[in-house]
């Protein structure tokens, strides 16, 4: 599907900080939901502990308040990759995808009954190495939360920079998180988020052969069905960052 060549444009237009739109518009315009940019958070954890990837219970409550005020509807990981792949998929009127990098507990100890109380989703991409380890996700839980409807993708095996990898090992740490993923929930995978925001041309060829529909990067900016489904864009929060809209526009722009 993405030939090499292809790749070196939007990876080379993508470091250079300048448009990658242009490059990857491999789909026509003009009808709204192409051009429909949706805004995709990106959390880490949520609680009390240190360091700037944490971001306190009543911060992500607030996030959630302001957003549902605002008329924001969350999407699951499932409706956002139709949307990626069927340009007819019906989505709310300001659609939003609330994403979690890591697998920390505290998602389901903190973050989960927040979702839960506001009636929202999240998609939660987790390192299947660490299942169960101190601080982690169990995979009960990971089943719990999928049965009450979050989504889960896979942020790999080991958490090392894929962009950085011999070929082979790019391939395990794909093929087996998918796996690991898809028999502890009984449904498909589809999406990966790149650890450290680390890919490359082998990388999404070797994700697309195994299954994947959409790669999640830790660039900033919305996407849209225009934004390549293997570059996908986020915006980040942090423990020091303030008002979520100041965010949203500061890191809702491309970089
Ligand atoms: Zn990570």
Do not use: C
């Amino acid at each position: 599907m993405l030939t090499r060549r292809q790749f070196l444009k939007l990876f080379a237009t993508t470091v250079a900080v300048t448009s990658a739109l242009e490059l990857v518009m491999q789909m026509p315009t003009g009808s709204g939901a192409a051009n429909r940019e949706i805004p995709i958070l990106l959390y880490h954890r949520v609680g009390h502990t240190r360091g700037h990837l944490t971001v306190s219970p009543e911060r992500f409550a607030a996030d959630l308040a302001e957003l549902a005020a605002a008329g924001y509807r969350t999407i699951t990981l499932e409706q956002f990759e139709a949307f990626l792949q069927d340009r007819n998929v019906e989505l709310p009127d300001k659609p939003l995808l609330i994403t979690f990098d890591d697998g920390y507990r505290d998602n389901y100890e903190q973050a989960f009954p927040l979702l839960q109380r506001y009636n929202m989703q999240a998609a939660f991409f987790i390192i299947t190495g660490m299942i169960g380890q101190p601080e982690r996700l169990s995979g009960a839980q990971i089943r719990e939360m999928a049965g009450a409807g979050m989504s889960f993708g896979s942020h790999t095996v080991s958490h090392r920079s894929l962009g950085d990898l011999p070929v082979p090992e790019i391939q395990q740490e794909l093929a087996l998180s998918k796996f690991d993923l898809e028999d502890l929930l009984g449904r498909p995978v589809r999406s990966i988020a790149y650890p450290k925001g680390s890919y490359n041309y082998d990388t999404i060829k070797l994700a697309e052969e195994n299954g994947y529909v959409a790669g999640f990067t830790t660039l900033h900016g919305k996407s849209s069905k225009k934004t390549h489904p293997f570059a996908l864009r986020r915006i980040p929060l942090f423990s020091f960052d303030g008002d979520i809209w100041t965010i949203m526009a500061k890191r809702g722009r491309a970089e």
